[in-house]
């Protein structure tokens, strides 16, 4: 887990930003899905959880799928995957990943260098603990899936 680069003062006004963006509407689902992953960073899987579990019914909700540059989709559903990973829940965490690769194709929203790299990395635990046939059948399993289908199955297990 990357810990923030900023003091706990920092951190807790940032969360406070998040929070009030959400409340606003201000692009409510960038905003759930960046609670989502500072919570993450700060080692609260279930607050992470949470937040991205409400993005991804909203944008399945509005219909929502891009934003901006991003896909929010794929990024909550990374994130999930990196939670499951967090949890050693290595399987779960392989075919979400799955999904979000499957959704970033759809979506014409592929990763940067960087972005890939990292994720490369992020991935190297989950690999490492699962066969490569376990692994293979894994995220195939969740390439496979449906974005309602894969907020279904995120839901399906806790942090």
Do not use: C
């Not at 991804?56 to 990024?75: M, N």
């Not at 979400?96 to 990395?121: F, I, K, P, S």
């Not at 992020?122 to 289908?149: C, H, V």
């Amino acid at each position: 887990m990357v810990n923030l680069p900023f003091r706990y003062s920092t951190r807790k006004t940032f969360v406070q930003f998040l929070h009030l963006k959400h409340k606003s509407g201000s692009d409510e689902q960038s905003a759930l899905i960046n609670m989502g992953i500072l919570y993450r960073q700060l080692g609260n899987g279930e607050m992470s959880r949470d937040y991205l579990i409400q993005a991804l019914q909203g944008l399945l909700k509005t219909g929502q799928i891009e934003g901006g540059r991003f896909s929010l989709a794929p990024i909550a559903l990374e994130v999930l995957g990196l939670l499951a990973a967090d949890g050693q829940e290595m399987r779960h965490a392989a075919v979400l990943l799955g999904v979000a690769e499957a959704q970033r194709e759809v979506l014409n929203a592929g990763l940067t260098e960087d972005e890939r790299n990292t994720l490369t990395q992020d991935m190297a635990p989950i690999r490492a603990a699962l066969q490569d046939s376990e692994f293979a059948t894994a995220w195939a399993e969740g390439r496979a899936l449906t974005l309602q289908q894969a907020l279904i199955y995120a839901m399906g297990f806790p942090t």
